[in-house]
């Protein structure tokens, strides 16, 4: 099967890229059908950075050759590729920015779980509901995650913040009912001491 790849050129750190069609079997830098143009990603202007011949390519692409990802790219950007394989392109493009996005949703929930774990450790209420939804948040998050599904990945982000929100809330009653509670039995042990001094 023949595949359209790069093949490495250049220097250490001053990477430079030919474009060809070559038998898949081959390593990466071994012999080459066809040399079908050059990829400079140092060039700053990116009209220069690519030099491709786009006749060639098309024939390659049309007797079954397959492009790697990377080739992919820079074909889709080109537009050269057919429109079957521009669709797929497209939507593994979309999915992955979506993946990038959810992952944000990801590290809120992750956040939202360390803070309840840490919360958890010096309260004094009973938080062990407000972890477990928040966990179930968090697996709930991963799975959006890996189905790029940004909505998703988002309202189960805002349930472990809920969740943590619902717990300070819940840890700051019960402090505030504790120092009520300890108020009022220094209150009635100074009223008695003070009911045994005026007996006396």
């Not at 012999?31 to 220069?48: C, H, Q, T």
């Not at 840490?118 to 890996?146: P, W």
């Not at 619902?166 to 009911?195: D, L, T, V």
């Amino acid at each position: 099967m023949v595949r359209l790849r790069l093949q490495r050129f250049g220097r250490t750190h001053r990477p430079f890229y030919r474009i060809c069609a070559i038998n898949q079997r081959n390593r990466r830098d071994g012999k080459v059908i066809e040399n079908l143009g050059w990829f400079n990603p140092i060039e700053k202007d990116e009209a220069k950075q690519i030099e491709i011949n786009a006749e060639r390519v098309k024939h390659w692409l049309s007797v079954g050759a397959q492009p790697t990802e990377t080739v992919e790219d820079i074909l889709g950007k080109l537009d050269l590729l057919p429109p079957k394989r521009k669709a797929t392109w497209e939507k593994r493009r979309a999915d992955d920015r979506a993946r990038v996005t959810a992952k944000v949703s990801l590290k809120t929930a992750e956040d939202a779980v360390a803070a309840l774990g840490t919360l958890m450790e010096s309260a004094g209420a009973d938080l062990s509901s407000f972890q477990k939804q928040a966990s179930d948040a968090l697996s709930a998050v991963k799975q959006a995650v890996s189905q790029a599904d940004v909505d998703a990945a988002a309202a189960a982000a805002n349930q472990a913040k809920a969740a943590l929100d619902q717990a300070k809330a819940a840890e700051e009653q019960f402090q505030a009912k504790k120092k009520a509670e300890e108020q009022a039995a220094a209150e009635s042990s100074a009223e008695g001491e003070s009911a045994e001094e005026s007996a006396e």
